[in-house]
């Protein structure tokens, strides 16, 4: 676990240092995911991890727990101070690599409320990637950003097909023009098509872009980030 909450705490420190707005922490390494719901110790785990980020790294500050293990994210969310969570399958059902991922939203909620978490907001992924969503082929991407909004979610996030992979723009503005939410990038936003999601995105969720050779799997370029967000600060300031 040192090893473990160092190297996060390192990472952190890189990106909020090169520029980025806020941090979302991620066991991304802790292949093969879990479908829906993780032990105690993965929990245990990403609180150590998110508690030294918290302390050490002044940005907003949030958590997702693969695959799915959205109630669990939010005990992290709770336990370390952070303010909001990334949620796969709020609403309908997908069929991911993990399997059958059904929709969490009137249980994650209750659970949100019954735990005093109610300043944690909850971002959620539609029609996301990694997953086939011939079960729900007949409801819309826009249709299910209503439905995130209907069900009391705080934003809508949408995804390429895979880890990297970039945003279809048509995706992008339905989901825009469908709810009232904030809407983010999810995956494959780099500085060539950042310029084409910004009037569409409230956010862009970076990974692996930032990282050397545009690989998730690699350590922080922080060239790459400092480029990105720089351009970032003059889209914003042209706007």
């Given amino acids: 676990m040192p090893e473990i909450v160092a190297a996060a705490c390192r990472e952190a420190e890189a990106l909020a240092e090169s520029g980025v707005d806020a941090l979302l922490i991620e066991n991304m390494h802790d292949r093969p995911y879990l479908r829906a719901k993780v032990g105690p110790e993965v929990v245990s785990a990403m609180t150590a991890a998110a508690c030294v980020i918290q302390r050490e790294v002044a940005l907003p500050c949030g958590v997702q727990v693969l695959a799915g293990a959205n109630e669990e ?35 994650l909620l209750r659970a949100r409320r019954a735990w005093g978490a109610e300043n944690v907001r909850i971002f959620c992924d539609i029609k996301k990637k990694h997953s086939s969503h011939a079960i729900t082929a007949d409801v819309s991407l826009a249709a299910t950003a209503k439905a995130v909004e209907f069900f009391c979610g705080d934003g809508v996030i949408v995804t390429g097909a895979a880890t990297g992979e970039a945003v279809e723009i048509e995706d992008l503005k339905a989901a825009a023009g469908a709810t009232r939410l904030p809407v983010l990038v999810g995956s494959g936003a780099t500085l060539e098509n950042m310029e084409a999601l910004f009037p569409y995105a409230s956010a862009l969720i970076v990974g692996s872009y930032f990282k050397q050779g545009g690989s998730w799997e690699g350590a922080v370029d922080t060239g790459r980030v400092r480029e990105f967000t720089a351009r970032m600060r003059a889209l914003r300031a042209s706007d």
Avoid: T, Y
């Avoid at 994210?73 to 969570?85: C, E, K, M, Q, S």
């Fill in 73 to 107: 994210a939010l005990a992290v969310a709770l336990g370390a101070g952070l303010d909001f969570i990334r949620a796969e399958g709020f609403v309908f059902a997908h069929v991911a690599d993990e399997g059958i991922i059904e929709g969490c939203a009137g249980r």
